[in-house]
């Protein structure tokens, strides 16, 4: 019944991400975009599981989107609703294994029990860190891996609790760990998780080596192999993409010590969720090491020390809470760095249980000596409290526009935000704005030379210049093209959106100089060849005019404007036969105008 409760606070809780939109943040790459999705069943059930696709392998997370998508088509609404209902399940799975978790320690007295797996259940289902799991569609395999791992924990305590421990109840465990590594290879760890659970609380081994820690060792084999070949899957889709740092780029030392830092960031977040963002920008730079990095340390040797006294004493419950902590989140610390973010919400979906389960368990401990009516009152001004910050965390996810606006807010000093902004307002033709970001992120490298910009500076020169010629601005585009050149006198575009800027300006023989430099680098640059064509006719050429737009046919003879010019140029020389051939070829490829006197 309490289990049921927390999963419908969980649906209520959450009801507002359905009007939310698909957002260019992934989702493009897993939904709206994805041209595989398109595929028939059996063709896209077999790329599921050979396909690297956007640098992960998860097959069954891939399965269930192909399934979304034949349902709910592109409507988010959908998506969102299948999201929803799963941190639903997850929210009574939590509050249902949080008491049988909760019924095996010696530390809470069984009447407490339904009151710490209520409070632990209640507070996973509303916790703002759990937002960006649930209201991001692309993470619906956070989800999905989270619901498979912890029936498998389930499954585990029933085979742990057999007194011939029953071959079938582990073999339900070993098939739901595997569902839960095809949806997501986080759950790698959940093996060294139950090794955690023997030690405590079923206390089946200590930490001396001893014939029951072998035994549950050797139960474990099978299920290590299993996250190793996911382990070694994950590496080579990431190592494919080129998004795993080297050693050299990222020192190991920095690596350990943005781990501590990570470390105490999580349990920081989980205990005062505010000022979540989408996106924490990776510390390239840490020396001298910040305040923030010697405070997150001593916080870390702090917690080892102070678990590994308590064990000493017979007290083993922090010393595996904190190693639960660790190890869950292990895959996320840094240590092979993936990607530019050192840290995200989503990475304490599970991992959160390690800090929810013994404060659960403190709060139930003390509800009987504090006033029945103040403990209830306090509950709920809490539970408000929290659900306050996640509905307003979910308005952050409404749009592409909301996301990437709040993330440039949030992270001021950094460029992805604004990256990602930029391509949003160019194509809805917010060229003012797009500008704007673009001169800040081309200022912010030029002064910051060995700080990460998400594309090299010539591309966001020519996509300024690019923005400066929608507005009429042709002499900054000139400028910015020049620009982009002096980083990248290869690409044949820069020349050629030179030239047309040139050509407004009037500027006609740097116009054409600009065109036949496109045609050096470029011999089949179609457009460049229609260009210069319509410059010779400026200039009187007509001879060189038709040589030009002859090349342009040739390349594209399927280009009805391309007839239509040389008609033009055909007659200008007084070809009126031809002229009006390619009038005709031109009508006939679907381009007419009047016909040319």
Known sequence: MVAFLCAALAFIIYLPSISNELIQFDDQTYI?????????????????????????????????????HMVWGLNPSGYHIVSIILHSINSALVTFLSYRLFMYSSHIAKERVIIAATIAGAVFAIHPLHVESVSWVSETKDLLYSAFWLLGILHYLGYADSEYKNSRKYLSCVFMFALSLLSKPMAV????????????????????????????VKEKLPLFAMSAVSSILTVLAQSNCGTVASLKSLPLSNRILSSAWTLGFYTLKSLAPTDLVPYYPYRMSISPLPYDYWIAIFFVMEIAVLSLIAYKRNNRWPLAVSAYFVITLLPTLGLVQVGIQIAADRYMY????????????????????????????????????LSQFTFRQQSIWKNSEALWDYIVMMESSTTRGRHVRVGLNLRKGDFDMAIEDLTWIINFHNSNRETFTYDPLQIYYGKRAGAYSEIGDYEN????????????????????????????????????????????????????????????????????????????????????KYHMNRAKIY?????????????????????TLDKIK
């Open 350 to 385: 599970l991992p959160i249980l390690g800090i929810l389960l013994p404060l659960s368990a403190s709060i139930a401990l003390v509800s009987n000596k504090v006033n029945k009516k103040i403990f209830v009152t306090t509950g709920i001004i809490i539970a408000i409290g």
């Open 477 to 560: 585009a000139v400028k910015d093209l020049g620009s982009a050149i002096f980083f990248d006198s290869s690409n044949p575009d820069y020349y050629f959106n030179r030239a047309v800027a040139y050509k407004r300006l009037k500027l006609i023989d740097k116009a054409e100089a600009d065109y036949k430099k496109t045609i050096s680098l470029s011999p089949e640059h179609v457009r460049a060849y229609n260009n210069l064509a319509t410059v010779y006719m400026g200039q009187g050429k007509a001879e060189k005019a038709l040589e030009s737009i002859t090349k342009a046919i040739e390349l594209d003879p399927d280009n009805g």
């Open 189 to 216: 760890t959940f093996p060294a998780v139950l090794l955690i659970i023997d030690f405590y609380p079923l206390g089946r081994f200590s930490l001396k080596p001893s014939k029951e820690m072998s035994i549950a």
């Open 571 to 591: 007659a200008e020389l007084g070809d009126k036969e031809r002229s009006q051939a390619d009038l005709a070829n031109a009508s006939a490829l679907g381009y």
């Open 32 to 68: 709206y975009q994805n041209q595989f999705l398109e595929q028939p069943f059996l063709k896209y059930l077999i790329w599921s599981f050979k396909s690297f696709y956007f640098c992960n392998w998860h097959p069954l997370t891939w399965i269930v989107f192909k399934l979304e």
